[in-house]
C-alpha cells in the first residue's frame, strides 16, 4: 500500500540538541511539506518541496533545516535554534503544487526539555 | 490578512446532523478543503470546493459560497467514529494552504 511513513512516533530530545526526523513516502508523489501543529492553532508550513534538490522555507521556517535529495524523502531537522521545539510535527506529500489533497503521515510528537 | 475561522468545538448526537460552518479571507482563492483529523493521528482528506454549491459524499457533503467566504462541512447520520477534529483550509492564488485551528466534534450516544 502507497503511504507516507513517519518516525519515530515520540521522541524526547534534552533543550540544545538537534533532532532530525524521518518522512518517506512511496506515493510518487512530486512535492513534499512539514506542518507543526500546536494546540488551539492552524496547521503552520515550516517547509515545502517540489521537486528534488530544491525547497522552499514556509512560514515558520527559523531553527528548522531540511533537504530533498531523493524524492520518496524530506527529512527535517529541529536545531537548538529553534526556540520552541516542542510540538507535533505531520509530514504531507501532493502531486504538485496545485490544488490537490494533501496525504498526511501519522506525525511524530516532539517533547524538548 | 489571510484568515480562516471555525468554532474550537461542537457536540452532537448519534444519529443527528451536524453541520461545521468555515469562514474564510484569503488572498485570491483556489479552493477550500475540509480534512478529518482523530486525536494524535494524521489528517484525512474529505473534500474539495471550488466551486459554488453543494458537493456530497455520501454521509459527508460540502458548501461553498465564494461571494460570502463561506463554507460548511454537513454530516449526517453522526455515528461515534465520527468523533474527530474537522480542518477547513483555503488555498490562495500562490496555492498556498491557510488553515483554520480545527473544530473538534463531540459525538454523544
Known amino acids: 500500500d502507497g503511504g507516507i511513513t513517519q518516525s519515530p512516533k515520540y521522541l524526547f530530545r534534552k533543550e540544545g540538541q538537534n533532532v532530525t526526523l524521518s518522512c518517506e513516502q512511496n506515493?510518487?508523489?512530486?512535492?513534499m511539506y512539514w506542518y507543526r501543529q500546536d494546540p488551539g492553532q492552524g496547521l503552520r508550513l515550516i517547509y515545502y518541496s517540489q521537486i528534488v534538490n530544491d525547497f522552499q522555507k514556509g512560514d515558520i521556517a527559523e531553527g528548522y533545516s531540511v533537504s530533498r535529495e531523493k524524492k520518496e524523502s524530506f527529512p527535517l531537522t529541529v536545531t537548538s535554534a529553534q526556540k520552541n521545539p516542542t510540538a507535533f510535527y505531520l509530514c504531507?506529500?501532493?502531486?504538485?503544487?496545485?490544488?490537490?489533497?494533501?496525504?498526511f503521515g501519522n506525525g511524530t510528537r516532539l517533547t524538548v526539555t | 490578512g489571510q484568515n480562516i475561522d471555525q468554532p474550537t468545538e461542537m457536540t452532537a448526537t448519534e444519529g443527528a446532523i451536524v453541520q461545521i460552518n468555515c469562514t474564510y479571507q484569503t488572498s485570491g482563492f483556489n479552493g477550500l478543503f475540509w480534512y478529518q483529523q482523530h486525536a494524535g493521528e494524521a489528517p484525512t482528506f474529505l473534500s474539495y470546493?471550488?466551486l459554488d454549491g453543494l458537493e456530497e459524499k455520501g454521509r459527508f457533503s460540502s458548501f461553498l459560497s465564494r461571494s460570502k467566504g463561506y463554507s460548511y462541512l454537513l454530516l449526517k447520520e453522526l455515528q461515534m467514529k465520527d468523533s474527530a477534529s474537522y480542518l477547513c483550509?483555503?488555498?490562495?492564488?500562490?496555492?498556498?494552504?491557510?488553515w483554520g485551528a480545527g473544530t473538534k466534534l463531540i459525538i454523544k450516544p
Open positions: 470546493n471550488v
Open positions: 506515493l510518487n508523489h512530486d512535492a
Open positions: 483550509a483555503g488555498m490562495d492564488s500562490n496555492y498556498q494552504l491557510i
Open positions: 504531507a506529500s501532493s502531486t504538485g503544487p496545485e490544488a490537490s489533497p494533501l496525504h
